[in-house]
């Protein structure tokens, strides 16, 4: 039996303004935090011998192997530093006596930036960004469009999906909402609906099964005419080769993507002097109503502080309740 230390964590996948938090902030809560750049595999998973409590990074996927190496290093718990659970298998992991628990953190950083590529999307922004650092001046062919004419769908109403909300009704916009479970004041319709009738749909909805490919080629065909996508959610949301089709096609107005089906291994990596495997990623780069940013919606001072505090938090919960039954 390994002996674990109730004050030890393990983090791994801890990039270097993640590890100076953790510094920061473990002597509060009286824990030694063992910090490693490496993502969690089966080949490290020794590191967290003496470790009932990990925490890993959300950026690279955890096999089953893995869990299974954990578990036999006598991990019991796993604080992910995100929201989303779609890189864990939380089932296999139960099974094996392994807990999962995701972390909050402010709303604000994804809801901030998603407002942002709303409106560099309606602007044009892409192009005109491009165009001035050539030098070239001229308007382009592309008119903008303000968000107080159109209506906005919003796709999962959690507290992202809340933060966008209130953000909108700022400008004047319509909006409309679609969730499974409705927790909000809002102007509920089904999906189909909301498809049919927004000028810009925005993507809040967790990543699981039901979700998977959630705007399938149907579905983007159902859309408007001209209308704007912007997903800050997960990737595979969306079925991108059929995005890149309908896109191309001249359907869709374009799209603003923090987030692509497939970045595993591409985003968060110096990518500059290596080649690319995913066409689609290259094919809506290329695309000038396309704008994609590196899933970097989250990544604001208070965000990351607050993952970091309650990752840490969330490990003594779990101690607490192990120790007291």
């Known amino acids: 039996m390994t002996y674990s230390d109730p004050a030890?964590?393990?983090?791994?996948?801890?990039?270097p303004d993640e590890a100076v938090l953790f510094r920061e902030l473990a002597p509060r809560f009286g824990v030694?935090?063992?910090?490693?750049?490496?993502?969690?595999?089966e080949a490290n998973s020794e590191l967290a011998s003496g470790s009932r409590c990990i925490s890993v990074s959300h950026k690279t996927r955890i096999t089953n192997a893995t869990l299974l190496a954990l578990g036999r290093a006598g991990?019991?718990?796993?604080?992910?530093?995100?929201?989303?659970?779609?890189?864990?298998d939380v089932e296999y992991a139960d099974s094996l006596g392994i807990s999962v628990e995701n972390v909050s953190y402010s709303p604000d950083s994804v809801a901030d930036y998603t407002l942002m590529l709303m409106l560099m999307a309606l602007r044009d922004a892409k192009s005109i960004i491009r165009r001035a650092d050539m030098h070239d001046y001229r308007l382009g062919e592309v008119r903008g469009k303000e968000l107080r004419d159109l209506t906005v769908g919003v796709i999962g109403t959690g507290r992202i999906g809340v933060a966008v909300m209130d953000r909108l009704r700022g400008f004047g916009c319509r909006i409309l909402a679609h969730d499974n479970r409705p927790e909000t004041a809002a102007d509920y319709v089904s999906l189909d609906e909301l498809l049919q009738r927004s000028d810009m749909v925005t993507l809040h909805a967790p990543l699981n099964a039901d979700t998977h490919h959630l705007l399938n080629r149907r579905r983007l065909e159902q859309m408007k005419h001209g209308a704007l996508i912007v997903n800050t959610a997960r990737g595979a949301l969306i079925d991108t080769e059929a995005l890149v089709?309908?896109?191309?096609?001249?359907?869709?107005?374009?799209?603003?993507?923090?987030?692509i089906e497939g970045e595993e291994g591409?985003?968060?990596?110096?990518?500059?002097?290596?080649?690319?495997?995913?066409?689609?990623?290259?094919?809506?780069?290329e695309l000038p109503n396309v704008l994609v940013s590196p899933h970097t919606a989250y990544y604001t001072d208070h965000a990351l502080s607050d993952t970091v505090e309650n990752s840490l938090a969330n490990c003594l919960t779990f101690e607490s309740r192990n120790q007291h039954g």
């Open 8 to 15: 030890r964590i393990t983090i791994y996948g801890c990039c």
């Open 32 to 41: 030694t935090p063992i910090t490693t750049d490496a993502p969690v595999s």
């Open 75 to 88: 991990v019991l718990y796993i604080s992910t530093r995100s929201i989303g659970y779609n890189h864990i």
């Open 245 to 259: 089709q309908v896109v191309e096609s001249g359907w869709l107005g374009g799209a603003a993507l923090d987030v």
């Open 266 to 285: 591409i985003f968060y990596a110096d990518c500059r002097n290596k080649p690319i495997d995913s066409k689609s990623l290259l094919r809506l780069q």
